[in-house]
């Protein structure tokens, strides 16, 4: 198990977004976190209310979003217009290339929420959007896939070989992880142990395919868990 600490994160602050980078990013690099597998971006950003990021283009990258907190207002060129709360999960997969933004929906609100981005499987596909909720019962407790490449169990499809789950853990709670393969486990919030040792809000850790995986829950909080190739 290899720990990745909050504070230990690239951090930039733009004033009306606070921003910490899990792996290189922007202005921030760092040649021992460039990534981990198809794995290449984790975002934790906090956008004032009544700001976000205007139209801007991606291509050939698997784009994830996933509020913790507040509303997220999306808008791209292919048509979709939507709004994001805690809960949901939102893939758009930039292919030959898209244009999108990315707005607070509050005036007065701060929004916080994850950007995810995951190499896509080849180059060069038709861009596409997607967006599910997934209800706190269905995630209390236990592991619910969120994301995952053939869509199985009503999760969100994405075009790679990885399985995103979602959990949300109360102080007791114990459960093994559901990945056997190259494994990345992110704290969104709250304090787990995982393999006796206690990781918080923002620590990560990956895993090898041969290691165990074992949380036990001591401050009530939600965690994501990437299964990769």
Known sequence: ????RSNERGYADHGWLRSFHTFSFANYVDPKHMGFRALRVINEDRVAG?????AHPHRDMEI??????????HKDNMGNGEVM??????????GTGVLHSEFNHSKENELHFLQIWIETAKPGITPSYEQKAFPVAERQGQWRLVLSPDGREGSVSVN???NLYS??????????APSSRHTWLHVVKG???????????????AFKPSDAINLTGKQAGEVLLFDLA
């Open 1 to 4: 198990m290899i720990i990745r």
């Open 160 to 162: 790679q070989d990885v």
């Open 50 to 54: 009544g700001h976000g990021f205007g």
């Open 85 to 94: 709360r805690p809960g949901d999960v939102q893939r758009m997969s930039a």
């Open 167 to 176: 959990g949300l853990f109360s102080a007791g709670d114990q459960v093994t």
């Open 191 to 205: 304090e787990m142990d995982i393999n006796g040792e206690t990781l918080s809000t923002g620590d990560a850790a």
């Open 64 to 73: 994830i979003s996933y509020v913790l907190d507040g509303e997220m207002e």
